[in-house]
Structures are given as structure tokens and as C-alpha cells.
Nanobody, 123 residues
Framework: QWQLVESGGGLVQPGGSLKLSCAASGFPFDYFQIGWFRQAPGKEREGVSCIASVGGRTKYADSVKGRFTISRDDANNTVYLQMNSLQPEDTAVYYC????????????????WGKGTLVTVSS
């Protein structure tokens, strides 16, 4: 059975860092683009970052460019999101999702979703 499990969320002060992990199982991870999304209280879910299945190509939302870095470890079926210089506006539940269609992590096209991990940025 497929599964995506996020971890690494928590409370951090503004300017701090966190590294999220997304562990996958039950599907051919290597063939999937993996995306990170987030949903802040009272807001719609938005795309944060995406990484290609091969070649290492990545994309980022403008709001996180230069601060967040996505990476993947196919040997361990895991994708990471390193988040630096965190700000209160980064507070959200962060989800990872897997895309087999090549849509470059369009939300409507994601095949599998994790349950999310909460990131709170506050002093």
C-alpha cells in the first residue's frame, strides 16, 4: 500500500531553520516527481517546491526562492525540504505529494498525498 509520511515539523523562531522529510513507500518512487505544498490557516493550499524524477531539476515558489532547498534520495525513497530564514508567514501545514503524470507538481495531478507536518514560526 502506498504511503507518504512527512516529518520534521515543529516550532522555530523567525530566522531559524528546519528540514522536512518525506518518506515514501508502496509505489515506484524513482518515477515520480515529488512536490511540497503548504496550507496556512485560513488560506488555500499552495505549491512550495517540486523536484523531477530524474536529472535533479527543481522549481520553487517565489516566496521561498533562495531560502528553501528541495532534494531527493532515491536510494532511501525520501525527499527533503531544507528551510532556512523562516518567517512567520511560512507557518503552515506542509504536505508532500507524488506525481506520475509529469505535470510538474500541479496540485490537480498529484497521485498520492501525505497527511502533513505542522511548521510554526513564532517568537
Amino acid at each position: 500500500q502506498w504511503q507518504l509520511v512527512e516529518s520534521g515539523g515543529g516550532l522555530v523562531q523567525p530566522g531559524g531553520s528546519l528540514k522536512l522529510s518525506c518518506a515514501a513507500s508502496g509505489f515506484p518512487f524513482d518515477y515520480f516527481q515529488i512536490g511540497w505544498f503548504r496550507q496556512a490557516p485560513g488560506k488555500e493550499r499552495e505549491g512550495v517546491s517540486c523536484i523531477a524524477s530524474v536529472g535533479g531539476r527543481t522549481k520553487y515558489a517565489d516566496s521561498v526562492k533562495g531560502r528553501f532547498t528541495i532534494s531527493r534520495d532515491d536510494a532511501n525513497n525520501t525527499v527533503y525540504l531544507q528551510m532556512n530564514s523562516l518567517q512567520p508567514e511560512d507557518t503552515a501545514v506542509y504536505y508532500c505529494a507524488a506525481d506520475s503524470s509529469g505535470s510538474w507538481c500541479a496540485q490537480y495531478a498529484m497521485d498520492y498525498w501525505g497527511k502533513g507536518t505542522l511548521v510554526t514560526v513564532s517568537s
